[in-house]
């Protein structure tokens, strides 16, 4: 028994290792069509693939195939790298990997005016190291059926080496069947917002691009018209680029589609190698007219909106067709917008606040009322006066990252006074009439009433007086440390959501621009580290100013 | 001239001065609207010289022509800045480059800091909203004393106890001022070294407690006095200046049109989106052109 089971292993491994299993198969269509249509017949003078696969498999060595295409009368091979064309065909020399080998390729066979109408026939055939495998193809050839045996045509005189494909035009946005919607305007490409996005991907680090949310919902359908006047099939690789308009560079934008492996795990890969631009297979399939609708595939986080021009490339069999079409890329202010928004319930909310405010004033009293106006003069004196004069020249100075100096104002000292105020008079309602003070203040000695700033103040209202409701402060019987560090820390990140809902406020409404890391920046130097340092301040000083309140 | 006086509103005009309170709030707050709701450069270039020819007719005084100057020339210098290097539109062209997009940590961060040539028009442009608001509202602050606007507040139903507040920090402010310039001097005499004898903004941490401490007590003293008088609980009753008919017609016509030019703008940006009716094809015309 053991011998027997010696003897086979032996055997098998001979086997492996030898031609025994070998095997080649031979696959070829004329004329092929990328979208697999069963053309049988050939027009006059037209173009048209021949598609040539062959597999090789339990060859354990390279080896060397010739292939040989022996073409009827009156048909030639076009002259294509690899292939050299002779007088009745074209014959190739072809690499076989060992084990398994699969090559493959496409040899454009072109009409003359000699060939003969009716059924022809194409021998391919692939010769190895003692093997030959050979398929015989039968097609049928109609002279008249391209456009240039057409009487009509011949004032139009086509050039046979350029194919005469071409690209009659190029239109977006379409619906996917291609469908132009008069409604929209042609040329404009709406992108989503993705700054949020934006912002977790640099946390993350590079690669956390949504892919399959980027190919699963393309930015926009393309159509292309192409012509194809001598019916030809050929398979042409499609590009569309997005060039600057002013220096007519290659912009960043646009990508194409990856696919999904395994090293990329579910989804899409993302990485094609094929850098800023959109590219796919498209088959002409032998028709005068032929539309193909293909998405555009946008990167989210790298377009820019703007004016660019789109250049179009259909290139194939050694010649390419580039037209180029005006394109707008507009982003969706969709966070501008959920901020606004945001600001306008917090505006409504704020009459509920509004309502309240002067039970707030019976209830601290007179004294408390006049100490909130003296807050609010030292708020408006000390904070908004110096930033109105002092923060231009800053602005001037430091630019976009004034803010980081005048929030030293804006963010310590204001925390600082409302903590300190809420330490003494700690009622719901005081740190709205504080805000509305000052907002008057500065209405009335600066003139700056406008609906950001009534919104901005909302804001502010709602956002603060709700988390310290939320958080207890007003119910709490004693205030101690540990409790105000919190409420201090829960201030800033209050005030760093109130910085983000305010900033995107002023992109919106002032058409302004801000990098998202500037965002994250103020959010968290402005936002969370000054105001926290000031609620702490200010809680320290509000225990001492009770001493003044108790003398 | 002093701080106070540069803020004061007696220079101007007489019509300026006499125009109601109420008139030049709501004035403020469309074109405020207007400001924000109109993109093309023309149009808010003309509302920009508008305001410029208000306070020529106003008659703005040359020194604070000089200051409204400066402040117009830095705010829009800062917004030329900003968007120059925040500048998110093709085509853009790098003037120079800030940080490498190859510096570590900061390069990465940033993904490089450039100041497009560009962005510095666009921030000149955009820049134009907050300047008209400044001049615009430069000019109400400089032909309106604070009690016509307060008036015009309380004509609101601003709650009279709201009023009494604001009247009281308006008051208060030049005693404030002059406070924190006691205090200030009072710690540069503590100081104990030569240069904190002359500093003031090394003492400027050190403010904020003795001044609080001290409006806590006039707080004390001046509720004292106005509960005794019954003032604080009192309705208050201000004398009010009339609101003339052709005011009251001319903020409605405004009105009108402001609401026409957000309206219209509404639709044309609906349009965009694909909620588009033929009926409104002129209005999206107008939009697209002037607004």
Not at chain 1, 474 to 483: G, P, S, V
Not at chain 1, 517 to 541: E, P, Q, R
Not at chain 2, 154 to 168: D, E, G, I, K
Not at chain 2, 224 to 250: C, H, N, P
Request: glycine share 8%; with cysteine.
């Amino acid at each position: 028994m053991k011998k027997v089971f010696f003897w086979l292993v032996a055997v098998v491994m001979l086997l492996t290792g030898s031609d025994a299993f070998a095997g080649q198969q031979l696959d070829a269509v004329f004329p092929y069509s990328l979208e697999k249509r069963n053309i049988q017949t050939v027009s006059g003078h037209s173009t048209m693939p021949l598609y040539i696969n062959l597999t090789s498999f339990d060859v354990p060595r390279i080896q060397q195939a010739e292939v040989s295409v022996r073409l009827p009368e009156g048909f030639s091979a076009l002259p294509k790298e690899g292939w050299q064309v002779t007088k009745d065909g074209a014959v190739a020399s072809w690499s076989l990997d060992a084990d398994y080998a699969q090559n493959f390729d496409l040899l454009y066979i072109q009409a003359e005016e000699t060939a003969v109408p009716g059924s022809n026939e194409i021998v391919v055939s692939v010769k190895g190291d003692g093997w030959e495998v050979q398929k015989k193809l039968q097609f049928q050839y109609d002279a008249a059926g391209g456009n240039v045996a057409q009487p009509q045509e011949k004032t139009k005189k086509i050039d046979r080496k350029k194919f005469n494909w071409y690209i009659q035009s190029v239109t977006l946005p379409v619906d996917p069947f291609g469908h132009r919607d008069d409604r929209t305007e042609n040329g404009v490409i709406y992108v989503r917002d993705t700054t949020l996005e934006g912002f977790r991907n640099r946390m993350k680090g590079e690669g956390a691009t949504n892919w399959s949310a980027v190919f699963n919902h393309p930015a926009a359908f393309l159509l292309l018209d192409m012509r194809n006047p001598q019916k030809d099939i050929r398979v042409l690789k499609f590009k569309a680029q997005l060039l600057d308009r002013v220096t007519g560079n290659v912009a960043e934008g646009l990508v194409t589609a990856g696919k999904t492996n395994h090293e990329a795990g579910e989804g899409w890969a993302g990485n094609t190698g094929e850098e800023s631009e959109t590219t796919a297979l498209i088959s002409l399939d032998g028709k005068k007219t032929q539309a193909f609708v293909l998405p555009l595939y946008v990167d989210y986080f790298k377009v820019l909106e703007g004016e660019y021009t789109l250049r179009v490339t259909v290139a194939g069999g050694g010649q390419q067709k580039i037209q180029e079409v005006p394109l707008t890329i507009a982003k969706k202010q969709s966070l501008g917008l959920m901020a606004v928004a945001f600001a306008f319930v917090c505006f409504l909310l704020m009459f509920i606040l509004l309502f309240r405010m002067k039970k707030c004033i019976f209830e601290i009293g007179a004294k408390g009322a006049i100490t909130v106006a003296l807050f609010a003069a030292i708020s408006f004196g000390g904070i908004a006066l110096p930033s109105t004069v002092l923060g231009d020249l800053v602005h001037a100075l430091l630019g976009p990252f004034s803010g980081l100096v005048t929030g030293l104002l804006s963010g310590i000292m204001q925390y600082l006074l409302i903590v300190s105020l809420l330490v003494l008079y700690r009622k719901l309602g005081v740190l709205t009439l504080l805000y509305v003070l000052k907002f008057m203040l500065s209405g009335i000695m600066f003139g700056h009433f406008s609906p950001i700033g009534v919104l901005s103040t909302s804001v502010y209202i709602v956002v603060t007086e709700s988390l310290l409701w939320i958080s207890g402060f007003y119910t709490k019987e004693i205030l101690k440390t540990n409790y105000m560090f919190f409420v201090a820390l829960l201030l800033g990140m209050g005030d760093a959501l109130i910085t983000f809902v305010n900033l995107e406020q002023m992109m919106f409404f002032y058409r302004l621009y801000y990098a998202d890391w500037f965002l994250a920046m103020y959010m968290i130097v402005n936002g969370l580290l000054y105001s926290s340092i000031g609620s702490w301040i200010g809680y320290k000083t509000g225990i001492k100013l009770r001493q003044v309140v108790g003398e | 001239m002093s701080m106070r006086q540069l803020w004061e509103g007696t220079e101007a005009r007489n019509w300026a001065r006499d125009i109601n309170g109420q008139t030049k709030l709501i004035i403020l707050f469309l074109y405020a609207v207007l400001m924000i709701t109109i993109d093309n450069p023309r149009s808010l270039f003309i509302l920009f010289m508008l305001t410029l020819v208000f306070h020529g007719a106003a008659g703005t005084s040359f020194y604070k022509w000089k200051v409204m100057a400066v402040l117009l020339m830095l705010g829009l210098w800062g917004s030329m800045v900003s968007q120059a290097l925040f500048f998110s539109q093709i085509p853009r062209t790098p003037l120079f480059v800030l940080v490498s997009p190859d510096t570590p940590f900061l390069g990465a961060v940033t993904g490089g800091l450039f100041v497009y040539r560009e962005g510095i028009l666009y921030g000149a442009v955009q820049g134009l909203r907050a300047a008209t608001m400044l001049s615009l509202g430069l000019l109400v602050c400089w032909t309106s004393d604070p009690r016509q606007l307060l008036n015009a507040l309380l004509s609101w139903r601003l709650p009279p106890q709201v009023a009494f507040m604001l009247v009281t920090a308006i008051r208060f402010l030049p005693v404030l001022a002059a406070e924190t310039g006691e205090i200030i001097t009072a710690l540069q005499l503590r100081s104990d070294s030569q240069r904190g004898r002359t500093a003031v903004l090394q003492h400027i941490p050190y403010i904020a407690k003795p001044l609080l401490a001290r409006c806590l007590r006039r707080a004390q003293t001046l509720a004292l006095s106005v509960v005794s008088r019954g003032f604080f609980a009192a309705k208050g009753s201000v004398a009010r200046q009339s609101w003339k008919k052709s005011e009251k017609a001319g903020c409605v016509a405004f009105c009108l049109f402001t609401l026409a030019v957000v309206g219209s703008k509404i639709c044309y940006v609906l349009s965009e989106q694909g909620l588009y009716f033929g009926l409104l094809r002129k209005v999206y015309d107008i939009s697209k052109m002037y607004l």
